[in-house]
């Protein structure tokens, strides 16, 4: 067997692995579950030779055996977002062409027409848990093992394919910098199909032994009384939710000393995904006596920089390499540029992904002599590294999401109100950078908050834009191109 995370539980097959509110499961739990997943998955085959198994389900140990029991059966992970409705759901279904799908009870029905108008068969993450014994074929570690959909600049999903062996160097890259250790504890709040959720907070834990807590929908009082239990060791979150806790806590006055006395009990709070600012930085430490770690990766390299677990966290910077990644910031010509001096990051290493799927130029176009095109500004300052910006206007980073302009913009153009729009993301305090629609309407009558509710049902809750405004013209240059900076001063103040 040379599935990393799998092989290791072997040696900690009595721990606790993984604890949600319906039940716990140990290593030697999560090895057997797996099993029968895979076993029923294969049925009369012998190998699902990487093919696709697209999943919804919720956090917890039927999240952990399905997807194990996907790389078991040789077949290759396409996790779904619980928060996605169904227009999104059907095209990355479409584009993931998976051989059958899976899901939870809570979110069967939500899948049912889509398997039923496609042939494809859907499996209850119940059924698949019962026990069957099959004899499992051998993983390579070159082998397709996830695929994880980010959106590209294109404005439609890419699928980010992971080998198992990539799957390992950045699991086992962030647990060897950050001191991962057996008897670790982390509460895990974030979405499980990113990232940040399943491989740094999620597979950092089982890879190293630990035990790994959920708690349900985010509620951030439950997170301060878990902190005040004093049993967890790790938290990671996006800055939103950090945000949120703070609210929590400066609303509970008379729970105010036990929850920091308990949030000081950590022995690593992490905040990713998005900019951490530096008031909030400072906020939470006054609060908990915590400096969060902040660091730096994607969806295709995993994580690449990181502030150091032991010696200076400097604020607004996202670190130093990690084990096993390069990393440098060029100039437009490749040429690696001076300290100080601004640039694309690139990146290579064991952890980088192998492909977008089925799009062989955009595969292509992401790499320059063997090195990772990240697409974000970068400057090397004193040792540490900061990120400046984004090369593309048309991506925004809200809460933590990686979301794109051109997506949104897409959708609502099939609103029967809406002639034109042009979607951008505004600096926000809460959010990072907050969703924002300025729109040519096609008649009269319609409201913003019905073109939102409109939107909701479309997209995501993060993509949906925050503010809505009318407008008789878009700003546009002499080659009628919107100025999407221009446009950002109309959104500069809250309404």
């Known amino acids: 067997m040379s599935i990393e995370l799998v092989a290791r539980a072997q040696s900690n097959r009595e721990r606790l692995a993984i604890s949600d509110p319906e039940t716990a499961a140990t290593y030697a739990d999560l090895l057997a579950a797996s099993a029968h997943v895979a076993s029923r998955l294969l049925g009369d085959v012998r190998d699902l030779q990487s093919s696709r198994v697209a999943y919804l389900v919720g956090p917890g140990v039927d999240h952990v055996a399905v ?118 504890r982390i509460l895990h709040v974030l979405p499980l199909h990113h990232v940040h959720g399943l491989h740094v907070a999620l597979g950092s834990a089982l890879y190293s032994g630990a035990c790994c807590e959920f708690l349900g929908p985010f509620d951030p009082v439950a997170v301060w009384e878990r902190f005040a239990s004093g049993e967890i060791s790790v938290f990671m979150a996006v800055p939103t939710v950090y945000r949120r806790l703070v609210a929590a806590w400066e609303a509970a006055p008379d729970r105010q000393e036990q929850w920091s006395r308990g949030a000081r009990s950590l022995r690593l709070m992490v905040s990713g995904s998005a900019a951490l600012p530096v008031d909030l930085l400072e906020r939470w430490a006054s609060i908990t006596g915590q400096r969060l770690l902040e660091r730096y990766g994607m969806t295709e390299i995993g994580m690449a920089l990181s502030n150091p677990l032991d010696g200076e966290r400097r604020a607004g910077a996202v670190g130093q390499p990690l084990p096993g990644v390069e990393l440098c910031v060029v100039d437009a010509d490749g040429a690696e540029c001076d300290p100080g001096t601004a640039g694309q990051i690139v990146v290579r290493g064991p952890q980088v992904f192998a492909e977008y799927w089925r799009r062989n130029e955009e595969t292509a176009a992401a790499f320059r002599d063997g090195w990772f095109l990240t697409g974000d500004e970068g400057v090397l300052d004193d040792g540490y590294y900061r990120i400046v910006g984004r090369r593309s206007v048309d991506i925004i980073k809200t809460g933590g999401y990686k979301v794109s302009a051109l997506e949104i913009e897409e959708v609502l153009r099939g609103h029967p109100a809406v002639r034109e729009i042009a979607v951008v993301g505004v600096d926000d305090r809460d959010w990072g950078e907050r969703v924002c629609a300025a729109i040519e309407l096609a008649g009269e009558g319609t409201t913003a908050e019905e073109i939102r509710d409109w939107a909701r049902e479309q997209l995501a809750p993060y993509k949906v834009p925050k503010q809505v405004r009318f407008v008789d013209e878009l700003p546009r240059n002499a080659m009628g191109k919107v100025m999407k900076p221009t446009l950002r001063a109309l959104f500069e103040d809250r309404p």
Do not use: F
């Open 67 to 184: 997807l194990w029991g996907i790389w078991r059966a040789g077949g290759v992970g396409v996790p779904l977002a619980l928060s996605h409705p169904a227009r999104e759901l059907v095209e990355l279904i479409d584009d993931a062409e998976p051989v059958c799908l899976v899901a939870d009870a809570a979110n069967a029905e939500r899948l049912a027409d889509i398997a039923a108008a496609r042939d494809l068969a859907l499996h209850t993450s119940a059924a698949l848990v019962r026990p069957m014994v099959a004899a499992l074929p051998p993983i390579e570690d070159d082998r397709p093992a996830l695929m994880v959909y980010t959106s590209g600049t294109t404005g439609h999903p890419k699928g980010v394919v992971t080998t198992h062996a990539q799957v390992a160097a950045q699991v086992a890259s962030v647990c060897g910098a950050w001191g991962w250790r057996l008897d670790d």
